[in-house]
């Protein structure tokens, strides 16, 4: 009778387990992307708002005028003319908004975001009159 010897290397590779694990964490950080993401694109569309506003002048009533009008036509709920801070202190106008927004996560779990924004080219944020 002969006796072979097999020889086990090392065993390589990913688990069950662990693929399983990494799916869920893919899964989760997907969901909540998922939910950030158009809150993000709202916020570039704040900011494209109030770049253009900026450039079109007017008086201060005017530029929320023409910012709620951006509002409407780009579907922007968060910010509207009145939130935004003006300010002419050099002349020319700057202009600034600052805002939280709450997305649920889980029925008691939600994320906070703080955006702002400004034309301002320092990137300081004027704050609110308020």
Same mark, same amino acid.
Do not use: C
């Given at each position: 009778? %002969? $006796? +072979?010897?097999? $020889?086990?290397?090392?065993?390589?590779?990913?688990?069950?387990?662990?693929? #399983?694990?990494?799916?869920?964490? &893919?899964?989760?950080?997907? =969901? &909540?992307? #998922?939910?950030?993401? *158009?809150?993000?694109?709202?916020? +570039?569309?704040?900011?494209?708002?109030?770049?253009? !506003?900026?450039?079109?002048?007017?008086? =201060? *009533? %005017?530029?929320? +005028? @023409?910012?709620?009008?951006?509002?409407? #036509?780009?579907? !922007? %709920?968060?910010?509207?003319?009145?939130?935004?801070?003006?300010?002419?202190?050099?002349?020319? *106008?700057?202009?600034?908004?600052?805002?939280?927004? +709450?997305? @649920?996560?889980? %029925?008691? @779990?939600?994320?906070?975001?703080?955006?702002?924004?400004?034309?301002? *080219?320092?990137? !300081?944020?004027?704050?609110?009159?308020?």
């Amino acid at each position: 009778m %002969e $006796h +072979r010897s097999i $020889h086990l290397g090392k065993q390589q590779g990913v688990s069950l387990t662990s693929v #399983i694990l990494v799916l869920i964490v &893919v899964g989760l950080v997907a =969901v &909540v992307g #998922i939910k950030v993401f *158009p809150s993000w694109l709202e916020y +570039r569309s704040i900011k494209d708002g109030i770049v253009r !506003v900026k450039a079109e002048g007017g008086t =201060v *009533p %005017e530029m929320q +005028r @023409a910012f709620d009008k951006f509002a409407d #036509i780009n579907n !922007v %709920e968060s910010v509207k003319g009145r939130d935004l801070i003006i300010s002419k202190d050099g002349g020319e *106008p700057e202009i600034s908004f600052a805002y939280q927004k +709450r997305i @649920a996560l889980t %029925e008691k @779990a939600s994320l906070v975001i703080d955006y702002d924004g400004t034309t301002d *080219p320092s990137g !300081v944020v004027a704050a609110s009159a308020d």
